[in-house]
């Protein structure tokens, strides 16, 4: 089975604070993503990556940025956490294709930060 | 715009009974619908993947149906048990936007009581 991790579960930051969130693959995946959920909204994408050194804005991309030194590893980074950035943080991967090749995206467990 | 709509928004049935989850989509084109389980605190996992010419497809217990023309997905839980208890989140694809769009309905949450 894939297997995507995200380093932590919880986080607490305070407002001004640079946050780093780490996800992980081990199925060799090009495609990764970010995501936030917020209650009842959707999942809305933060930013993506085709293959190493590669990204994509998605639809919600301001105060975030992302980082793919390593195919297996996509960091996304919160230059100055703010209050409005509490939310579920959501990683994902899927193989070459594009969601369009009905590809399953993986996703790893979330990351709930809260900034103070 | 394209939306994705789901319905209802909260549901509580008794285990063992069956159940059926609306989708209403407006997104055009589109390439796929899947459905998607997220239990509380985790990710979502993948149950149905369907293209605009499938109309149905199972995943043990969970069976998805598909009306391309009335934009229109159901996903229908038979013989519900306490560990179907998440919320069911409906997703179009749209290549239009890119390739890696997809519009994402804000979930059904289901309760099983026993």
């Known amino acids: 089975d894939v297997k995507v991790t995200q380093s932590s579960r919880y986080l607490v930051k305070r407002t001004g604070e640079k946050v780093f969130l780490e996800c992980v693959q081990d199925m060799d995946h090009e495609n990764m993503f970010w995501y936030r959920q917020d209650p009842g909204l959707g999942l809305r994408l933060i930013y993506f990556?085709?293959?190493?050194?590669?990204?994509e804005k998605g639809d919600i991309p301001e105060g975030y940025s992302v980082s793919r030194e390593k195919k297996e590893r996509f960091s996304l980074i919160l230059e100055s956490a703010s209050t409005n950035q509490t939310s579920m943080y959501l990683c994902?991967?899927?193989?070459?294709?594009?969601?369009?090749?009905?590809?399953?995206?993986?996703f790893g467990s979330g990351t709930q930060l809260s900034v103070l | 715009k394209n939306q994705v709509e789901q319905s209802p928004q909260s549901l509580i049935i008794l285990e063992g009974k069956n159940c059926t989850l609306q989708?209403?989509?407006?997104?055009?084109?589109?390439?796929?619908l899947r459905w998607y389980k997220q239990d509380t605190g985790r990710g979502p996992v993948s149950l149905t993947i369907m293209t605009f010419s499938e109309n149905t497809k199972s995943n043990g217990r969970y069976t998805a149906t598909l009306d391309a023309d009335t934009k229109q997905s159901s996903l229908h839980i038979t013989a519900s048990q306490l560990s179907d208890s998440a919320s069911y989140i409906c997703v179009v694809s749209n290549p239009v936007e890119s390739n890696y769009q997809l519009i994402w309905g804000a979930g059904t949450k289901l309760i099983i009581k026993p």
């Open positions: 989708c209403n989509y407006t997104v055009s084109p589109f390439s796929n």
């Open positions: 994902a991967s899927t193989r070459e294709g594009g969601i369009t090749l009905n590809e399953k995206l993986f």
């Open positions: 990556s085709y293959d190493v050194k590669m990204k």
